[in-house]
């Protein structure tokens, strides 16, 4: 498996999860693969689909790798700002949140953008995928929570919330949500507008993963990480990860053992972690099984976790709430194309850094790309 980390200092970096046996034991390792210093500015978000590697910045444009043959494929241009979030759906789609309160979709392979979502009034803090594929939470600076139809690409629903939404995420199965507002993490449920769980703290929340569709691991600016059962309305544990703030955390399940969960967290200091998760018992404390120090201030992060089938059963989401149209997802294809930039539009030429690489970044060759793009305007 692959751990992918942003930082405030413009590098990507990669590494590979391994197991390996030494005296007499098997120990995890996390082994530098490369590193990515291409961006001008903050990587403030990194996302992995299939075989590709996706990074946004606060320079306004998103670089891609290929993460099967090593290559760098280029840069999209198409925001006015920051990029805040990006999330891939399934191996067809690309979505990008930006600043300018757009939400991209860019079509895989192609890197064409195919929709422009606009709606929201304020920066798109972040979004977040249904496990169909086929339905996007957003949530912005201007208060509200937009529910989108990727089939259409225009938003179905629009509810106002007191507070600025900062994170979003869907559970598992796609019955509940949870929104994080500074301190509190609220979590929703589809059957009912009313049927509201919270927890809050007295330090803000930086990060939020799911374990189950009613537990979730939550960390950030407190010492402790935090796992809660927003259905029984308790903290089942509580541990110390890191000395300083928690800057991202990812949960996948894990590759050998069916009653375990990998946790991994990283701290804004830059040591990176590894943990196991007992899910038959998420009171029992997580288990430390590695370790790193990565140079730089950490600010992001995500996991290209090995295919392994689940040993719970995977839940279809309620019927009522998501179109009957099937999402059409591409085969994953050995593509030879190579694309160095995709210019969507004229934007002003940015000065950059000139940055010693301390190691190899992937290969790139330039090739020249139309320009494309289709505006799906919100209704």
Known sequence: MEVIVGSYNQVVFGFNFVKKSADEKEIWLFEPRFTDQGHAGSVKTVAVGARYLASGSTDETIRLFDLKKHIELGVLVQQNGSITKLEFAGTSHLLSASEDGTICVWKSKSWECEKVLKGHKGAVSCISIHPTGRLALSVSKDKTIKTWNLLTGRAVYTTSIKEVGEIVKWSPSGKSYIIVSGMKAKHFTITSIDDVSEYST???????????????????????????????KVVLQRFEAHKVRTKAISVIHHPDEINEHMLFTVASDGNLKAWTVNKDDLEEAPTLISSIDIPGRPTCMTVKAPIVKPAVKTTEATEATIADDETPVDEEEDSEEIITEVKMKEKPKKKKKNVKQTTPSPSSQKVKKKKKNNEAEDG
């Not at 009613?214 to 809660?228: P, Q």
């Open 202 to 232: 007295l330090k803000y929340i930086l990060a939020v993963e799911f374990l189950t569709d009613n537990i979730a691991v939550i960390a950030g600016e407190d010492s402790e990480i935090v796992i809660y059962d927003f259905n029984k």
